[in-house]
């Protein structure tokens, strides 16, 4: 579970939507790769810059998909013949959350403590620094929430 600064949980999970660039790509490899790192590339974002057709993308901004994988033969070789698919999000694939939460982090103690109304009557959901303690103004946090892979295997 993701939580905030003052470590408790988000009330709303992790929810987005929102239409993204996509494009596909067939790739003929090695028949000696192993199924497992096959399946191991999927839902995974690029770790590093990547540089396609004369583009740079910056890391975590593709998200790869594995749609299709089948070895046989091709051209009178052995090889396995996957089909790749690429989603492209300019503000990364990563979730970005108010830091917000019911609880805050008392820096005197370092204690949790119930976040209140002014009149100190009824528990609220309030803004939240990044270490915890209460915030007059909106923070954010980052979440990497995809595994990253070295795109290197992809010809381009």
């Known amino acids: 579970y993701a939580m905030n600064s003052a470590g408790t949980p ?21 028949p000696a790769l192993r199924l497992k790192t096959i399946m191991d590339r999927n839902d995974c ?11 740079t993308f910056p890391a975590r901004t593709l998200l790869l998909d594995v749609c299709e994988a089948e070895l046989g033969s091709y051209a009178g ?14 503000d990364t694939h990563d979730e970005v959350r108010a830091d917000i939460g019911p609880y805050w982090i008392d820096p005197a103690d370092s204690k949790l403590k119930r976040y ?30 995809k595994k990253k892979l070295n795109f290197n295997f992809i010809r381009t």
């Open 10 to 30: 988000f009330d709303v999970p992790f929810v987005e939507k929102r239409s993204l660039c996509q494009f596909s790509f067939v790739q003929f490899e090695d």
């Open 116 to 145: 209140m109304d002014q009149t100190n009557t009824f528990g609220i959901v309030g803004y939240l620094t990044s270490t915890g303690n209460k915030s007059a103004s909106p923070t954010s946090l980052t979440f990497e929430v």
């Open 77 to 90: 070789f052995q090889a396995w013949r996957i089909k790749y698919r690429v989603t492209y999000d300019p």
């Open 45 to 55: 974002v690029n770790l590093a810059m990547f540089i396609a057709g004369g583009q």
